[in-house]
Every structure is written in C-alpha cells, then in structure tokens.
DNA sequence: AACGAAACCTGCGCGC
DNA sequence: TGCGCGCAGGTTTCGT
C-alpha cells in the first residue's frame, strides 16, 4: 500500500500508538521480511522502547535505544495493532508490546523487508544511502540537470528513488498529468521550465494526498483499517475510458517501463 | 549505459 | 465450476 502518501499516514497513526511503548518479544513466524536470522533480530531489539517513527521516503524507521528498524512494506505491507486476537494468515511479524498489546506485520505478497541499522550512522547505509530527496526537498535546478543527462522516460524517471524520493505509480501518472507531460517523454528534452512544473505538481499532488490520508483502492486498506480518500481526487490514474476533466478527451491505459500508465493523451505532449 | 523480462509472492477478476 | 491468464500502490537482478 505505499508510496510517501500512504507510509506517511502509517506514521502519524502508528505514532500516536505505539509511541515510547516497549518491544518486550518478538515472534518472526516468516522469516524472509527481516534481513537477518530470528536470534540476532530477537536479541538486537527485544527490550528496546520505541521512540519516534520517522520517514525516508517510502521507508518508515522506528528510533529504538541503539538500533533503528527500517521498514519497507513494498506493494502490500500493514501493520495492525490487536490484542488477544488468533493470528492470521497473513500476519508475518508479530511485535509484543507492554500490556499485551500487539503490533503485527502484515503482508499478503511477503514483499516487504525489516532492516537493523544502528542509530548513529543509520542515515548512510543501505538501504537508505541511496534515497534521493523528496520533491519538496528538491533544488528545481538540481533534479533538471540529474534528469537531463539520462536516458530514460520522464516517468521511469519519476519512479526511480535514486533520482526523487516518494512517488509511485499512481503519483507519478497524476504529478504529469498535472504537469501536462507524456509518461514517454525523454528526461533530456524535457526543458528547465519543465523540470520545475514537475517538481511542483509532485509536491502539490503528495501534500494533497497527505492531508486526505492517501489513496485507498482496490480494496486494500491501510494499516489499522484506514481508508484514505485521495482515490476520489484522482484526474487519470484507474479512470480509462473516462472523459479527461480538463479536455473531455478519454483517459487512456499504456505500458511505461512494465507499469500500467494511465494518460490523457490530448493534455500530455 | 540502458532496456525489458524475470524474480520475489499471493489473490482477484476476467474470458472461455 | 474450473482453468489459465493478466494484473496489482515496489524494487532488485539478470540477460541482451
């Protein structure tokens, strides 16, 4: 369920929680999510408080005493907090809270992944190092000339974490729609003006989105059963065959780099 | 360097 | 009803 709109509203409502709660034991009963063995998972932060959740991107890190658990929930990672409640079958990680509250990893396609850094140099590892800026973050200037010396389309570029941190597929298809740019556009014809237009339309889009607690579609539900309602501010993405809201022309579906891409093909030169 | 396909997994909706 | 296929809000890896 995630890309920054939706991990960020994980956050807050996780925050407010599970916040200085202490992680008294942990039962990893899928162990390919975490990136090390159950023994040194266990040991490294059983006993340690939870003190803040942060976000890098579409990861979400939880401040414990010396480490920080970064978490990635890829295309369908949750997490629900239960009490007394029988486990499910999709429930992969359960965290054993004070008074036997349970704060469970959920994840149907097992995608997800649950790294241990230390505290004091968590921000230069993997898998974190690499994560670019996020487009509010962006120098408009910076991300036109990373962009204009590669040779991909805008939208893949869009998508790739190294370049601008937090957009996924249904961001990005909305950010150049907004943008009135074609997902098959070249990075290095898209021009100075351009470039900013993108940044602005990306950043407007994820703020929209957070402050209606993302995009809920398909039926998936966010963590702890919250549906967000930017799904309903959406112009293009999952609307083919309809009218585009500023031309009336119809939304149409095409492949970019693999992904299902949805574009007003009259709007986006 | 850069592209697409396949891989990691499971479930759902569709056409036959 | 059953089966096969394509698809899914992500990312990495492998082959051309």
């Known amino acids: 369920m995630p890309e920054l709109p939706e991990v960020e509203t994980v956050r807050r409502t996780l925050l407010n929680v599970i916040k200085d709660q202490q992680i008294m034991d942990i039962d990893v009963l899928y162990p390919n999510i975490i990136q090390t063995d159950r023994a040194t998972f266990k040991k490294t932060i059983q006993y340690q408080t939870i003190h803040d959740i942060k976000r890098k991107g579409k990861f979400l890190l939880f401040i414990l005493d010396t480490h920080v658990m970064v978490i990635h929930l890829r295309m369908e990672g949750k997490f629900y907090i239960k009490k007394h409640e029988p486990i499910l079958k999709h429930e992969h990680i359960i965290f054993k809270l004070t008074d036997d509250m349970e704060l469970r990893y959920h994840d149907v396609r097992k995608f997800g992944t649950i790294h241990l850094l230390p505290k004091n140099s968590y921000d230069n590892m993997e898998p974190l190092k690499r994560v670019a800026l996020e487009p509010k973050d962006m120098d408009p200037l910076t991300f036109y000339q990373t962009i204009k010396h590669r040779r991909t389309t805008i939208k893949q570029a869009l998508l790739n974490q190294e370049i601008i941190a937090g957009l996924g597929n249904i961001y990005v298809d909305e950010t150049l729609f907004l943008s009135h740019i074609h997902p098959l556009r070249k990075t290095h014809?898209?021009?100075?003006?351009?470039?900013?237009?993108?940044?602005?339309?990306?950043?407007?889009?994820?703020?929209?989105?957070?402050?209606?607690?993302?995009?809920?579609i398909r039926s998936y539900t966010s963590s702890l059963g919250i549906h967000g309602r930017f799904q309903n501010e959406l112009?293009?993405?999952?609307?083919?065959?309809?009218?585009?809201?500023?031309?009336?022309?119809?939304?149409?579906?095409?492949?970019?780099?693999?992904?299902?891409?949805?574009?007003?093909?009259?709007c986006q030169t």
């Open 189 to 216: 014809d898209i021009h100075e003006v351009e470039a900013k237009k993108i940044l602005d339309a990306a950043t407007n889009v994820l703020d929209k989105a957070v402050k209606l607690g993302g995009t809920t």
């Open 235 to 266: 112009n293009v993405h999952m609307r083919k065959g309809e009218p585009c809201p500023i031309c009336g022309e119809l939304i149409i579906k095409m492949k970019v780099g693999g992904r299902g891409t949805y574009v007003c093909p009259r």
